[in-house]
T-cell receptor, first 115, second 110 residues
Framework: GAVVSQHPSRVICKSGTSVKIECRSL??????MFWYRQFPKQSLMLMAT?????????EQGVEKDKFLINHASLTLSTLTVTSAHPEDSSFYIC???????????FGPGTRLTVL | QQQVKQSPQSLIVQKGGISIINCAYE??????FPWYQQFPGKGPALLIA?????SEKKEGRFTISFNKSAKQFSLHIMDSQPGDSATYFC?????????FGTGTRLTIIP
């Protein structure tokens, strides 16, 4: 099956710093990648959709200047949380989809803790 | 309406029993309905999925029942095992995006 990896798996940072999370499709080319956020005991909320070589589309209420998404290649998308604050602490999960396919393949998630 | 409603919030089932989780949706443009299993600290993993032109799909112990007219679908886990204890999410796809239900925490007791 299609495998998606994320790095790092967990990160702790100080308030005000920026953190970059990588999402890679290991054995397929992902035309579209998605970034989700999940608070404890809650559901996954879509933050943004990114297509290779174009700007990401952000969901309503998600600050594009705070959550920078770059989809530089068909196998790599990055999410940068800029000037992180404690309220940004969450579980960030990416997924990747194939062109014309319905299924999304999810990464293992990144636990971000902002002190 | 993009909302997907899921129930129950939590479920306790005895080992060997049947676990049933229900979801309902409003948007008739949804074209794909997957179920995901998530363990603590892990990403969700696809269990089984169905298209709206099919009323039932079975894969091993997992079955999706789909009622298009009622805009409802459900997951049945037969012969539930302790290893099935996890959080389950239904989802619906529209405009290439997935909308997730609120999740059901399933606990299988001996």
């Amino acid at each position: 099956g299609a495998v998606v990896s994320q790095h790092p798996s967990r990160v702790i940072c100080k308030s005000g710093t920026s953190v970059k999370i990588e999402c890679r499709s290991l054995d397929f080319q992902a035309t579209t990648m998605f970034w989700y956020r999940q608070f404890p005991k809650q559901s996954l909320m879509l933050m943004a959709t990114s297509n290779e070589g174009s700007k990401a589309t952000y969901e309503q209420g998600v600050e594009k200047d705070k959550f920078l998404i770059n989809h530089a290649s068909l196998t790599l998308s990055t999410l940068t949380v800029t000037s992180a604050h404690p309220e940004d602490s969450s579980f960030y999960i990416c997924s990747a989809g194939l062109a014309g396919g319905r299924e999304q393949f999810f990464g293992p998630g990144t636990r971000l803790t902002v002190l | 309406q993009q909302q997907v409603k899921q129930s129950p919030q939590s479920l306790i089932v005895q080992k060997g029993g049947i676990s049933i989780i229900n979801c309902a949706y409003e948007n008739t443009a949804f074209d794909y309905f997957p179920w995901y299993q998530q363990f603590p600290g892990k990403g969700p993993a696809l269990l089984i999925a169905i298209r709206p032109d099919v009323s039932e799909k079975k894969e091993g112990r997992f079955t999706i029942s789909f009622n298009k007219s009622a805009k409802q679908f459900s997951l049945h886990i037969m012969d539930s095992q302790p290893g099935d204890s996890a959080t389950y999410f239904c989802a619906a796809r529209g405009n290439e995006k997935l909308t997730f239900g609120t999740g059901t925490r399933l606990t299988i007791i001996p």
